[in-house]
């Protein structure tokens, strides 16, 4: 029996969750820490987001899970971006958008929640977002 009685709904769901889950066995989170996260998730996204401009953010929310695009979208003003960040100011922004404590440093829990992320986008987009990235911030991109 599905969850919600929707095919499509249970599919992001369950897309979703293997984001979480692959973001929580990289940490050792517990499904209890599912908040933790979602959390990770929500702040590298919305990091990213802020700093790709209007079309590069919707070329890549095509690409995500329909619940995960709605975590990506969340708050959104695209009059504001994208806001130009160095390396040091992006792992900042993720700091402040993460309210917990990093097991390790920020720089691998981007890279941790964009590997989740790996499996939905596609190697092109990926090229796409690291050539309007600036340098600094292009090793944190799965390949």
């Known amino acids: ?11 992001t769901i369950d897309k979703t969750n293997r984001v979480l889950k692959e973001i929580e066995h990289a940490y050792g989170w517990s499904k ?6 979602y ?15 209007v079309d590069e953010c919707a070329h890549l929310a095509a690409q995500l899970p329909l619940l995960v695009r ?20 992006f792992l900042q922004r993720v700091r402040r958008g993460f309210p917990h404590e990093v097991g390790g440093d920020t ?7 964009l590997q989740a992320l790996r499996q939905y986008v596609t190697e092109g987009e ?6 309007s990235i600036s340098r ?8």
């Open 70 to 89: 709605g975590v990506h979208y969340e708050g959104w003003d695209p009059s504001r971006v994208p806001v130009k960040m160095n390396k040091e100011e």
């Open 32 to 37: 209890e820490q599912r908040n933790v996260s």
């Open 107 to 113: 720089e691998r829990l981007v890279s941790t929640v």
């Open 126 to 131: 990926w090229e796409d977002i690291k050539s």
């Open 1 to 11: 029996m599905s969850a919600t009685g929707f095919p499509t709904f249970d599919k």
């Open 39 to 53: 959390d990770a998730l929500r702040a590298v996204l919305h990091a990213l987001r802020d700093r790709l401009t």
């Open 136 to 143: 600094d911030l292009r090793p944190l991109i799965p390949v």
